[in-house]
T-cell receptor, first 114, second 116 residues
Framework: DTAVSQTPKYLVTQMGNDKSIKCEQN?????MYWYKQDSKKFLKIMFS???????INETVPNRFSPKSPDKAHLNLHINSLELGDSAVYFC?????????????FGPGTRLLVL | AQSVTQLGSHVSVSEGALVLLRCNYS??????LFWYVQYPNQGLQLLLK??????LVKGINGFEAEFKKSETSFHLTKPSAHMSDAAEYFC??????????????FGRGTSLIVHP
């Protein structure tokens, strides 16, 4: 059973389109995250939700909008896709929001914007 | 603000040789430090973490790391490399943000190459 799952695994789309990535965790965790990993493997946090409440929002363009319908799901919607949005997007979860919490990552969604 | 610096974007070792991956942090308060591993086309998984208990931390797959406050370091070691250790390794620190949340901040990663 996959602990943190993401769909789709691959996403190829044209500039200007709108797309969504879905994430689900079955670990019973309270906190979920979205990360962006660029072509040089640099990993940067975008958003974090704790019990459906947004707690971290890191200087991400307004075209990116996270939504958490319940604490097991955190989706990412991207409007007006740009070439620079091409990256691997990782969802992660942790038991809580304490600084010592281990993060559990999904397998990633590879987004290519043409 | 806290940050981590990983020295060496690539480290190459022979199978059976010692693995040493370097991580230095900058912090004015005791940090929480992590090492994660990313195998090709996969997400990250935790190797080990330092949470102010023992300074020598043992993790999975024979890896360990030593927290040295005087050197602000948290280097990752393994006595004998295996081919299956070839992966990207990330050092990370929890950084406190406004509102009381903690932001995980990752280093730029070190790619470990293991030669037969």
């Amino acid at each position: 059973d996959t602990a943190v799952s993401q769909t789709p695994k691959y996403l190829v789309t044209q500039m200007g389109n709108d797309k969504s990535i879905k994430c689900e965790q079955n670990l019973g965790h309270d906190t979920m995250y979205w990360y962006k990993q660029d072509s040089k493997k640099f990993l940067k946090i975008m958003f974090s939700y704790n019990n459906k409440e947004l707690i971290i929002n890191e200087t991400v363009p307004n075209r990116f909008s996270p939504k958490s319908p319940d604490k097991a799901h955190l989706n990412l919607h991207i409007n007006s896709l740009e070439l620079g949005d091409s990256a691997v997007y990782f969802c992660a979860s942790s038991q809580g929001r304490a600084p010592w919490e281990t993060q559990y990552f999904g397998p990633g969604t590879r987004l290519l914007v043409l | 603000a806290q940050s981590v610096t990983q020295l060496g974007s690539h480290v190459s070792v022979s199978e059976g040789a010692l693995v040493l991956l370097r991580c230095n942090y900058s912090s004015s308060v005791p940090p929480y430090l992590f090492w994660y591993v990313q195998y090709p086309n996969q997400g990250l998984q935790l190797l080990l973490k330092y949470t102010s208990a023992a300074t020598l931390v043992k993790g999975i797959n024979g890896f360990e790391a030593e927290f040295k406050k005087s050197e602000t370091s948290f280097h990752l070691t393994k006595p004998s490399a295996h081919m299956s250790d070839a992966a990207e390794y990330f050092c990370a620190v929890s950084e406190q943000a406004s509102g009381g949340s903690y932001i995980p901040t990752f280093g730029r990663g070190t790619s470990l190459i293991v030669h037969p």
